[in-house]
């Protein structure tokens, strides 16, 4: 999967995430995305989770435009 749509998707959830292509010289890792924890709390980690795990499980919102 291409993480730049899946993204899109996301954020309708309301979550967010940096594509991994973004930390690749070679424009590789289209596949790979990153999350970042170091700030938030516990509850705010799993609600976040809780929301990106909605936005994969629906096939219809990761290739809706």
Not at 27 to 54: P, Q, T, V
């Amino acid at each position: 999967f291409d993480t730049r749509a899946v993204r899109k998707a996301a954020q309708r959830h309301h979550v967010d995430f940096h594509p991994g292509d973004l930390f690749s010289h070679t424009k590789r890792l289209k596949n790979c995305l990153r999350l970042s924890f170091a700030f938030y709390d516990d509850k705010i980690l799993a609600e976040g989770a809780r929301r990106l795990g909605k936005t994969f499980s629906d096939p219809v919102l990761l290739f809706d435009d």
